[in-house]
């Protein structure tokens, strides 16, 4: 199985202060050996440094008043996740319009609470223009500063002993955030499938992997609990038109990993948001999904939204 390149930045030093000496020092040298295996590759694979999921690639500069709109939504969450008591949760954001897919969240990612009281997001995104991904840590702001076509954010509490099991993953090394991660990337990747992986499709495996971490070694194993658990994914119903144009326009946009029977019966089944939060107070793995949004201040509410408000 291929392996991601990951930036957890500052996570590094959450980890190594959690780790004994002896155990960092198995790690440098791994970590040496890593860097002479990258070098060797790196004539090969060329990873652009832009990084997206759950939105175009935009050039366009954020303005000054999304860049501060998008602060305040950071800052607003993470009062609310701290409200919550909560120390690991699945935050969302809204990156691009998908409300013609009956969708409102565009990516997923995990947060979790730092020893130091700060909010950090590990996710999975899509190097801009390129069929391929990695794991990227960010803090709130990073999380929300990047093209957002709604200022919301929404979130799923998952339960006490769901929480443990994630928490537990995360103190152990950064390899091991990753070990279920996959480069190839299509944002509408099977859910069944293993050709491709998606963010959101990587957060729910890797909730799968948290949760059985002896018995799961393997994406195809993962998704054999996440059915067993009753997990449904989105049918989105795309027309061969849609299909070919998303494929030709777009180098993160790919099919093939779709059985033919549903393929070529506009039915394309992927992992969404709404899907996984949908889930997750189905099985008892996690209450119902929270939301904060900015514009909630200047529109009603829309009512015929699941997700209930957070009181701020």
Known sequence: MNRVITNFGP???EYRSRVPPIRRLASVVLHATAIVIAVALAALFVFPVSAHAGRPCDPAKPTTSAVARSMELAQRTGEA??????????LARAGQDLSKYGLRYSHLGIAY??????WRVVHKLNACGTSVAAVYRQGLGEFFLDGLWR????????SPAVQARLQSLLDESPQSIVRLSTSPYSIVSYAWGQKYQQSNQWALETLAGAMEPTTIATREQAQAWLRFKGY????????PLQRLGGRIGSANVAFDDHPSDKRFTDRIETVTVESIFDWLPRAGLGSPPERFDLSSRMRPQDSSSSIKEEKT
Not at 82 to 89: E, F, I, Q, W
Not at 113 to 118: C, F, M
Request: hydrophobic residues 35%; proline residues 6%; aromatic residues 8%.
């Open 81 to 90: 996740l701290d409200t919550s008591g909560a120390r690991v949760v699945l």
């Open 232 to 239: 449904q994914p989105t049918t989105l119903h795309l027309g």
């Open 151 to 158: 200022y919301e954010a929404a979130w799923v509490v998952p």
């Open 11 to 13: 996570y590094e030093d």
């Open 113 to 118: 609470k730092s020893e130091r009281g700060q």
